[in-house]
């Protein structure tokens, strides 16, 4: 959670005064808003505006994505996405082309356009993310829900909690509202019928599918759009959603038509966003540009064989594993996480945590004492304490007589790849697993020519898993036994064909997370499988996603999800890539590799950005010609929000116990 940095914010009159009257101001329209906080969203965008469109920088940041674009697992199912992910469906190498001759007013523009059409490619691990663009969330003191009322009739309402939620952002924030005499207040649990014009489900269809973008699944994406329950860091946390904090300062107001509490008339309210700015202290619209939007000494990657371990050196800013390797991680990007506020009070559980419950995961013994629940927010973190977290949860839950075990993977976003197949491993049993006894899914990445040039320079320069995510030491033959440093996996590729197009895959492979384990996961299931559910809003990403994937998939655990447009489906998953690689990650392979002077190389780049991709596809159980995220999956079971259970875990989690177990 951030402290709040400035105390002093400017209203809209305020400001407008200044504008007047300190004119050296008015030509530098990011200086009007140096140290504040809060800011009304024309003035953060007309700032963003303000650096012109550069055709060098446009050429340079299309030649890096489109070389990037070479190592993506998913390029060639996007010319024909397979149902029910039709609305992904995009030519990339197309939209490359029209972004390239596209005319942009200013560079805010051009990244807009980038970022546009990596997000509504709707996969987390695939987004350009420059930046100097994410600066700023807005956000509306009205964040939306959907909940079922006593006559099972669901709708959009205000968050009938926003009152608490949206105070805890503190009195710079709403102190705005104050001063230009707007009560949000009495909108909390107001019930929405129209957002914008348009019939509410309808308006949150439309930012699904425009704006979220992270989840393939439309249904999922739904979800995001709405606030929800989270564990942000090691914190219970409220998320705003999408509707009411998105990502940029683009819109000044929201217009509602709603019916407020303790009323039956209909009115229509024009709601302001406010801008939360997110970047680095800057003073002007020069050092805005270079704090933010420069590329810096981090922006690209190195050559790590350069590097001595050791504080500073670029092996630092990699997770680095028991063995000495680098740990492959699959999460979102969820900007929001940087000005996080907390859960109010009265919604974070009352019952006592249960060891193991200081990081990511939040364990307790419903008050039946026959259900332990692990809140697992994310698989990020400390490495080894989620594995020694879940140990001591699970102990305690056995030896406090419990018998039923339900796992939470509400907003859960992903992390480290080998902690899910750890908690996968430690649920079930090793001699449970089957697949020759790894944990996790046949793995590839895409043999393309410049992977299968970095696999051969990796292997003839000796290199290993301690600089290199390529060197065939991080994987193992599908018989489960790591491979030889000189084995080429890559060389001769696999061919791979879908809508039409062959492409190059590796040899099939495993991951070698056993090796990883700081804690010997138990031979035999600690509960009956039968007795393990998983609950969640759908937005469970990346390594949550093949988590739940290898518990449905293997073992035919019961999901639960909620929330979701009535009538619309969605999936429990909401985007299973199998690992992630950042922009500095590929661009240490390359380099590291000592092919940065091949002509297939990205160069590096000249702003500060990052252009991240899906590099692995993980292929489902079910049908080991299709890659987990192609694959439908619908939960068993599916209940709408209610106010008791939206934004309330603890009541939540008696209500699926009481519905899963029985
Ligand atoms: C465009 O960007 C490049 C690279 O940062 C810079 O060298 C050049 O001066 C810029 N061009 C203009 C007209 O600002
Ligand atoms: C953009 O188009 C120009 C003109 O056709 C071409 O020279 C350039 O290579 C293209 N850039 C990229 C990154 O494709
Ligand atoms: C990006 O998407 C937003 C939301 O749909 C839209 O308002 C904006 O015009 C788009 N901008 C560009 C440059 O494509
Ligand atoms: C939600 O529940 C609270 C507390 O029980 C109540 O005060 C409020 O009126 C309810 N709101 C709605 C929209 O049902
Ligand atoms: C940013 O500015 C605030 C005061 O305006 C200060 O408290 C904070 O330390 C500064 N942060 C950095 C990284 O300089
Ligand atoms: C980059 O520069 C910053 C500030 O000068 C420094 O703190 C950081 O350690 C440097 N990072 C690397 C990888 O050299
Ligand atoms: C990898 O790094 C670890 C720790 O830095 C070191 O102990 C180990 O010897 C290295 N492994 C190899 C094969 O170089
Ligand atoms: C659960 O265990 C606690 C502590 O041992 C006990 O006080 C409580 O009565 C038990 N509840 C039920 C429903 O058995
Ligand atoms: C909880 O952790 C404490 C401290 O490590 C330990 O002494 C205790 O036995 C644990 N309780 C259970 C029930 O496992
Ligand atoms: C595992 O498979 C590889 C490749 O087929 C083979 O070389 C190796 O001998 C096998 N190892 C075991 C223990 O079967």
Known sequence: MRTRRVQAILSAVVAQALFVKAAPAVSDPCAIFAGQTFVAPSQALACLKSFPFNETLRQNVLTVISRVFDFYTFEDFYLNSPPPFQESTTNIRADIARINSTKYETDYDFNRAVYNF?????DGHTRWLPSCYQTFQNLLPA?????????????V????????FVSLLGDEFTGFFDQIGFDWKRLAGARVLEIDGMDAYAYADLIASTETGNYLDHGVRVNSVFSSYRISDTDFSQRFGDIAGPAFPDRDSLTMTLIPVGSTQAETVTVP????YLGANFTDQASFWEVNCAANNETNGVDLKTQLPGSGSA???RDIGRTGRKLARAAIVDKSNSNAVGLPQQFIPTLSPVNGSTGVIKSFILPSNKTGVMFVGSFEGDFNQFQTDTDAAIKQFKASGVTRLLVDLTNNGGGFVCLGQFLHQYLVGTTNLGNAGNPGFQSTNRGNTLAKKIVASDIALGLNDNLSFYTPDNWAFLNNTEMPLTHN?????????????????SQRFFDTCDLEFVVEPPEESPFDLNNVAIVSNGDCASTCAMFSTLMFERHQTKVAVFGGKPGEQLQYKGMAGNQVLEWTDIDNEIKTANLKDDPLAPPDLLVNADFRHNWRTAWSFFNEQLPIAYVSELPQFRFPYTNATYNNPEALWTFAESKLFS
């Open 118 to 122: 990596t997000t509504q490619m709707n």
């Open 143 to 155: 964040p939306v829900v959907t909940l079922e009322d006593e006559n099972g009739v669901q709708n």
């Open 157 to 164: 309402f205000v968050a009938p909690d926003s009152v608490e």
């Open 273 to 276: 966003y406010l801008a939360d």
């Open 315 to 317: 092996l630092r800013k």
């Open 489 to 505: 996996y890559i060389n001769p590729s696999v061919p791979f064909t879908v809508n039409g197009v062959t492409d190059q895959d």
